[in-house]
C-alpha cells in the first residue's frame, strides 16, 4: 500500500501534499524512530519536510514563507 501524505504551512495555511509516494512499512519504520532519511529514502528531501509535518510535529513552513521570514 502507498500513500500520499498531506500538511499546512502553519502561517499561510497553503496545503501542501508529497508528490513521491511512501509505502506504509516506511512510515512504519519512521513512526518506530527512524530517521527520516533512513526511513524515507527514495523521496526528495522536500517531500521529507511534508512527511515530518504530517506524521509527527504538525509545524509545516513553506518554502515562501521561510522566504519571507528570513527578510
Not at 512510515?27 to 521529507?48: H, K, M, T, V, W
Request: with cysteine.
Amino acid at each position: 500500500m502507498i500513500f500520499l501524505l498531506v500538511t499546512h504551512c502553519m502561517l499561510c495555511g497553503e496545503r501542501y501534499q508529497t508528490t513521491e509516494p511512501v509505502t506504509k512499512k516506511e512510515i512504519q519504520d519512521y513512526e518506530s524512530g527512524a530517521l527520516a532519511q533512513d526511513a524515507f529514502p527514495c523521496i526528495s528531501a522536500d517531500n521529507r519536510e511534508i512527511v515530518k509535518s504530517a506524521l509527527r510535529t504538525g509545524a509545516y513552513l513553506c518554502n515562501e514563507c521561510v522566504a519571507d521570514d528570513d527578510v
